[in-house]
């Protein structure tokens, strides 16, 4: 388990700096990752829905979303 806003210390510039280069790796090897942006509103509430229906046709088999038109 790794959650940015407990594992970096954000009032530190330079662990900071180094931990967010670590950010690409972490996620990527993840097998699940959850991501919580805060308490949603009508607005993101219809984000979120646009997203999951842009991310909704392809996807690959290495879980990335593939662009419709990519395939």
Same mark, same amino acid.
């Given at each position: ?9 954000? &009032? ?20 699940? #990752? ?9 607005? #993101? ?7 999951? &229906? ?9 879980? &990335? ?7």
């Amino acid at each position: 388990v790794w959650i940015d806003s407990i594992c970096i210390n954000q &009032e530190d510039d330079h662990e900071r700096a180094q931990q967010v280069q670590l950010m690409k790796r972490v996620y990527q090897q993840s097998t699940r #990752t959850v991501v919580w942006l805060g308490v949603g509103t009508a607005q #993101t509430d219809s984000a979120m829905r646009f997203l999951r &229906e842009l991310a909704a046709p392809v996807r690959s088999p290495t879980r &990335e979303v593939v662009p419709a038109a990519a395939t």
